[in-house]
């Protein structure tokens, strides 16, 4: 009864309303079943009966409009921590999926203070939960983004490749004893995915392919509504196809991967050769909206490199939507267009048009993305 209970509650979190219809015939439970579930449900104050402005789902027979579902905001809510490379960012959301806070830390290296970005998350996380109004008895779970590969099979992760300090600490531990929720972790690029999927501009599509550009590259793949992770947690990790096997030698040990020639690093110290050592991956962006050639340039090719790699993404997977995000992805048109340009380019013409789009979550992505892994994962014993 628990998983049928999950069954149910998920079609609510998906589309936000439903009829039990809804529920019967995307949960291939029978109308008896869904019937006594959402009965149970209402009683316990975890569903109610939609009274606002919203009309009426049509019967299917014709007769009276049936009546819409949707979960009780207050009876619960998630936790999303995001553990970027020089920020920590917190969001809480109430059990509709509605964001109630979103909060963001000053900028440090968290990559190389493992011990001081879980003291200021902790924290964020407490006052974050205060400001709320949201007990912590009434967590369902947490999520929590990094930027490193995430086992499939195992909360850990590679922390050692890319975050050196965190070698020994278990987040999903950590966060889960202060809690009392599981707690569950994910790649950042995999959540950012996640969330334009749940919260964004892929939210009325089941299958998308995600693109986060930023200091290195990353993707994710959703299919059929779900991340897809692959056998080890690695799908989707096209910053380290080799593009130019000749190329320059990147941090995973190959020569010429797409980030060595497209990734916001590579991009701002190419620029450094010109404007000097301190350009940022914002001022790359505000350089080329001011019109700088070289600007321009750099993030034209980086448009096409990736676009050429995407042609080979994209004939596998032939997703719906190509979502653009990360920390490049204000840089806007110019640089979607070199994508896209490139992509119709490279792709075989009998895999047909995809549609490339900018995301429209910005640098919230991945912290929503850790917020929309909890509220997928909400175990059986507090539904």
Request: proline content about 4%; aromatic content about 4%; charged content about 20%.
């Amino acid at each position: 009864r628990a998983r049928n209970r999950a069954r149910a509650l998920a079609v609510l979190q998906r589309r936000g309303a439903a009829s039990q219809a809804d529920i019967v015939r995307e949960t291939g439970l029978s109308r008896t079943t869904v019937s006594s579930l959402v009965a149970e449900l209402l009683e316990e104050g975890i569903v109610v009966e939609r009274t606002d402005s919203a009309r009426p789902a049509p019967s299917p027979s014709g007769g009276r409009p049936a009546t819409l579902l949707s979960l009780e905001p207050s009876s619960g809510g998630f936790v999303g921590v995001d553990f970027g490379r020089e920020i920590v960012r917190v969001a809480i959301s109430n059990r509709a999926g509605e964001v109630l806070v979103d909060h963001r830390s000053d900028r440090f290296e968290v990559a190389h203070q493992a011990q001081r970005a879980l003291a200021v998350a902790e924290a964020m996380v407490s006052r974050s939960l205060d400001e709320a109004q949201l007990q912590s008895d009434r967590v369902l779970s947490a999520g929590v983004a990094v930027s490193a590969p995430v086992r499939a099979d195992s909360p850990e992760f590679a922390s050692g490749v890319i975050f050196p300090s965190w070698a020994e600490v278990n987040v999903a531990e950590f966060f889960g004893e202060r809690l009392g929720v599981p707690v569950h972790v994910g790649n950042d690029a995999n959540l950012g995915a996640l969330a334009e999927a749940t919260f964004g501009v892929g939210r009325t599509h089941r299958n998308v392919f995600y693109v986060m550009l930023s200091e290195g590259i990353g993707g994710g793949v959703v299919i059929d509504g779900r991340i897809y992770l692959g056998q080890t947690g690695g799908a989707g990790e096209l910053g380290h196809i080799v593009v130019n096997p000749d190329g320059q030698v990147c941090r995973c040990g190959n020569r010429g991967c797409l980030a060595t020639i497209a990734g916001g690093a590579a991009l701002t110290a190419a620029l450094r050769q010109s404007r000097g050592p301190h350009v940022t991956v914002d001022d790359l962006i505000a350089l080329s909206h001011d019109g700088d050639s070289g600007a321009a340039r750099l993030l034209a090719d980086a448009g096409e490199a990736v676009g050429r790699v995407l042609a080979g993404v994209c004939s596998l997977l032939d997703p719906e939507l190509v979502i653009i995000g990360g920390e490049l992805a204000p840089a806007g048109q110019p640089l979607l267009d070199s994508i896209s340009s490139s992509l119709e380019r490279w792709i075989s013409p009998a895999s047909g048009h995809h549609r490339v789009v900018l995301g429209e979550l910005g640098g919230k992505a991945e912290v929503l993305g850790a917020v929309a892994l909890a509220m997928s994962n909400v175990p059986d014993q507090t539904l």
